[in-house]
């Protein structure tokens, strides 16, 4: 079988795989507790299911010590002591590994490249695949000899029923699913990955907190970017020293509409803070880093499509050269699928060509394909050639 | 501790020793409460204080009055150095010191004050002809410097000369005496100290309580404000019960010291043989070389660093095996900084931020070394294969 032959959209499992059990023989499972109370319950599961389990909390960069208070970041001090509070009350070993070098490189360093190369990063992604499934995955091993990575994410692994090939599968709760979030997985790292709560409801997940006692079962969802705590990127590119140069705003016949503080503090789809006034509603449309100049367009100008993307992956590595395959394309995290055809360029870049438009495709964002419940592929969107 | 465990973590506190658990419970059971009274229960408090405090005080040969009690060592430096350091005034410390010592340096210089560093050689030691260089420039300055020392690096185990060598006029000298008073019995006056530090955890006492010896106690200027306790010196009722235990903890530790030093001392050996050359697991020894500088290093005490693994993930993994050990620098996990001491013996950056530290107590067995030798040599085996993932 092919992923070329998969219809998209189509019910469970394509022929010939199976779901991937969690539960499979005792093993020693790293898991990494974030002090939240999706990762404190992943770990009591794996306990309660009779595996030998670490726990792990990661200290990924210095942003949140300056914030205090604020239950909702992943990344301070406090959600430290949630960890091990969680740690000790499921009587399992608890440290804090330090990833500040790893998560520079794989995610902040590229964050910030990102926006001031006009586009909208997806740090999420490379801190699953290159920290948490990669650099901590290692040091498990490493460290404590575990053979796996568990981790809170609201995701199912799908196995080909030889064991030969896995694939991400969607959560059982579509509105929690963070399959789009673990794309850049490659067969090895699913291969190690557990994920507990791929079967479980959020609401399911919080009952089994409270009826552990679990100090994390009521603390709300983490919702921004961890390392920017305050909400807002753009203090961060000014720590790096970005500047935010005046720049012309432009409409889509290239006439000066206005001007803006720096191209890098807008995104693809953007509509307030333009400071533009038209009878109808303005958005970014295009972002073009080397004039400094962003363009803004109705909001029926940002639909496509057709959709160039790069760096496009499946587990056993780059998109081969002139592969097709039919697909559903989710363009954001929680955005509808949109069925399509994917033709496989040079490099891992592709072509997605959808039955429908999606709307503001922005630059970096990622984009998960699906064949059904199962993640067959994921790119990012690449830059507009004339502004690369 | 857990059956089956190795704790080679002495030097960050040695087990409580069961007879003064014993006195704890026995002088809670008893009712010891607040000595600052006017009664008959406050006078009973107040006995068992000053009981602990002229047990103490012949321990170390003093007077009781020059004694103050205090929560931590970290807080005794703190009273001595903030009761000496006059503005303007030069700092004289070293990379080498713990952690309480380099943030108090660090608030001096924060503040507008300056701190003169003694240079440490490769085996994490200071001289007295580079301390005394120091105190002439700094007398020049016209204001005293004050000295902030060690007697002994917790760090490395590297036990640092005597002051008392050293022509200083009247500059004051605060030590910490912290590690060295677990290894050698030590009276005040031959340390030359103006004000030495001690901690009750270290000799097998409770944590909580600490003390200050003061050559003039009438120099201290308290940190906290209060109604008169430890004759003004510190504010706030005192811990009765944890300086009872201390006392009984220290008395103990100096009848035993040789024979537990000893022990402690031979299980290190025991494990220097089972592990062998160091440099077989990618380890290097950091500190006096524990087989020619028998009286330059802590007993009990090794330290080694690593350039393919954090400090801090070598802990966890040794952790994992069953082995209680320490990075020897950092207070809190998760830093990736470099030990500043190991930095200023000369050690790579990498180095200095992969320090391990394993302190043998007295009731360490050959067989606890030999078990502590293989899983550390285990541990560096798996690690060093995954040295793509655990690089820097």
Redesign the interface.
Known sequence: MSINTLNSRTAGLPEGWVAAPEATAPERVLVALSGGVDSSVAAALLVEAGHEV?GV?M?LHSAADRVDGGRKSCCTLDA?DDARRVADALKI?F????L??EFADAVLEPFVASYLSGETPSPCVGCNTAVKF??L???G?????CSAVATGHYARRAMRADGGAWRLRAAVDTEKDQTYFLHGLDAEALARSRFPLGERTKEEVREIARSRGLVTAEKPESQEICFVPDGDYRSLLRERGWSGAAGEIIDESGGVVGVHAGSAGFTVGQRRGIGVVAATPRYVSAIDPTTNRITIGRRESLERREITLEEVRTPEGLLPLGSELRAAARIRHRGEPVPGRLIGGVNGAAQLILDAPVWAASPGQTVALYDGETLVAGGRIARPAAAR | MSAGRIFLDNAAGAPLHPDAAALIAELHREGIGNPNGGHAEARRARAVLDAARASLAEDFDVEPRTITFTSTASEALALALASELQSGGTLITSAGEHRGARALAAAHEASGGRVALLPLDASGRWSAEALQELLTATRADGVPPVMLLALASGEVGAVQPSLTAVNRDSVAAVLDGVQLDGAREMRFADTGATHLALSSAKVGGPFGVAGLISADPRRIRALVPGGGQERGRRGGTEAVVLAAAYALAHRLHRRSYAASVAASESAARAFDAALGAPGEIGLISTGPDPRTAQSGRLPGHRSFAADWVLGDDLVAALDHAGVAASTGSACISGSREASEALLAMGLSRTHAAGGLRLTFGGGATADDAARAAAALRAVAERIRQHAGVTAR
């Open positions: 670490v909390w200290r430290a070993p440290h804090i590994s330090n500040e070098q990669g650099a995955m290692g040091r091993e490493a460290l404590f000899g």
